[in-house]
């Protein structure tokens, strides 16, 4: 066989040693981090603010000040739950000053965002695995009650169910992107489901059987 066709790519190397090259100058192991990312974060930024500009101006904004940082960078979580907590507070500060009303807008389709991996929270209900008209209907019809829900939750509880159901973070992630403590992230998240699943209850999509809530290890 071929040596062209036997060769294969270098493993990629891990966030710590690209971040000890980059704390020592290397701007090409820094430009990894970067390509490693970016995307990762601009979809953060994107759901955030919902606005295509200020979501890129906000990923670049991050990573300057996460360049500026990186020598305090201990190691002591992940780069991206670092790095995620940096574009959160980026974010926050674009839409404290933006006073456009352009973020409201977009509350209703960033809950049903949130509702779509959140579906677990109705053990049962519209069984992903039915298919045909009625099944989709019974699905919408969860999604849209959830994404209700979840928008009349307090910031703090939607956040947080959003790090869990959408961006997949572990509790401890989440603990660390919030500056809360792990049980903190628990609580909200058990309050969130609850509200969640009453609304389900009350619509009449889900059935208020005792012990029916669904038991997630924390992660």
Not at 14 to 30: L, M, N, S, T
Not at 38 to 60: H, I, K, P, T
Not at 127 to 133: H, I, K, L, N
């Amino acid at each position: 066989m071929d040596a062209e066709v036997q060769r294969t790519a270098a493993p990629s190397p891990p966030d710590a040693d690209v971040i000890e090259r980059a704390k020592r100058g290397d701007h090409q192991a820094f430009r990894v981090l970067v390509e490693r990312y970016q995307d990762r974060a601009y979809g953060l930024a994107l759901r955030v603010l919902r606005d295509e500009e200020q979501a890129r101006d906000a990923v670049q904004d991050a990573f300057l000040k996460v360049y500026g940082s990186l020598g305090k960078f201990q190691g002591r979580s992940g780069f991206y739950t670092w790095f995620y907590r940096v574009v959160m507070n980026v974010c926050l500060d674009i839409k404290r000053r933006d006073r456009s009303g352009r973020h409201v807008e977009w509350e209703e389709e960033r809950a049903v965002e949130i509702a779509r991996g959140a579906e677990s929270l109705a053990p049962g209900v519209a069984d992903p695995g039915r298919s045909g008209p009625e099944a989709e209907l019974e699905r919408a019809q969860l999604r849209d009650v959830m994404s209700r829900a979840i928008q009349e939750l307090p910031d703090s509880a939607r956040r947080t169910l959003e790090l869990r159901e959408i961006d997949g973070l572990s509790y401890a992630e989440i603990a660390e992107a919030l500056g809360v403590p792990k049980g903190t992230v628990m609580s909200r998240l058990f309050y969130a489901r609850r509200r969640v699943q009453a609304a389900l209850i009350e619509a009449g999509v889900a059935d208020a059987t005792p012990g029916g809530e669904a038991v997630e290890e924390a992660g």
